[in-house]
């Protein structure tokens, strides 16, 4: 995979992912004590989707695009993330910096790391005008675990690297364990393309192994011609009450959309 996210934007492993992001940014929210945010691979923040990246790949066509006919009384993530994507400007995707940056309060803090130069560059201006959001160039995975557990003791920690490295699995898992041993009440959200179901087995595997208590898997399939990548999963760890009978609220709706299926499965403790 191509480590400039403008390749995927908008793709159907984005619209999963980052209604995810908003339904537990949303839950975060419902009390009034401080939260923070650790984006460990945040990218520049924004896509366009009329530009030549965007354009090579036609990810998003089959993704956010898809999702354009959806209205009325929509579960209040889905509507919420359909509603920002629309405030970013046609032909504009937010990428989960711009969308966190967007659902903070002002008690709230978000962390952006990105260690790419011109990537970099891009994010620390886009989140300039966000008082409670920071962008910073370090390697991702070492700058989260150093920056848990956030003052505020509640928040949550997204990690969804590009997966160029051939040991990117291992050192997610890696991270993962560690950041979980750190900040231990926090919410992970922890993204993986799925090219080998054994690969992403013994992912899960390791991570658990670490001695999680509660975590579930989002796995979404839809059909991808070529080489593109056509499922991905979604590794949430501590998800708050309810997070699951949403999700598949979710899914119902966006799953025919991308012409695939969103599942959801417990993989330690229940709801």
């Not at 980052?18 to 691979?41: E, G, M, P, T, Y």
């Not at 354009?55 to 209205?71: C, F, V």
């Not at 659902?103 to 952006?112: F, I, S, V």
Request: include cysteine; proline fraction near 6%.
């Amino acid at each position: 995979m191509n480590y400039r996210h403008g390749y995927h934007a908008g793709n159907f492993a984005d619209v999963v992912k980052h209604v995810a992001l908003v339904a537990i940014l949303l839950h975060l929210r419902k009390k009034d004590a401080a939260f923070a945010v650790i984006d460990s691979h945040a990218g520049r923040g924004i896509y366009d989707l009329a530009g030549a990246e965007a354009a090579k790949t036609g990810e998003a066509q089959t993704g956010i695009a898809r999702l354009a006919g959806l209205s009325g009384d929509l579960p209040e993530a889905l509507s919420t993330y359909l509603s920002l994507v629309k405030e970013t400007g046609n032909n504009s995707y937010p990428g989960s910096p711009l969308i966190t940056a967007k659902l903070l309060r002002p008690q709230d803090r978000l962390t952006a790391i990105e260690k790419h130069p011109e990537e970099f560059a891009a994010l620390a201006q886009l989140l300039a005008p966000y008082r409670n959001s920071v962008a910073e160039q370090a390697d991702g995975y070492a700058r989260a675990i150093k920056l848990l557990p956030p003052p505020s003791r509640r928040g949550a920690v997204l990690m969804d690297p590009p997966f160029e490295s051939p040991d990117e699995f291992s050192a997610l898992a890696q991270a993962v364990r560690e950041a979980t041993r750190k900040f231990a009440s926090g919410v992970f959200l922890v993204w993986y393309p799925i090219k080998s179901q054994a690969d992403a087995d013994a992912f899960v595997g390791e991570v658990l192994a670490g001695g999680i208590a509660k975590a579930m898997v989002l796995d979404t399939r839809v059909a991808a011609p070529g080489a593109k990548l056509g499922r991905a999963g979604l590794l949430v760890v501590n998800p708050p009450y309810g997070f699951g009978a949403q999700m598949r609220d979710v899914a119902r709706l966006v799953a025919p959309c991308l012409g695939g299926d969103i599942a959801t499965a417990w993989i330690a403790g229940s709801e």
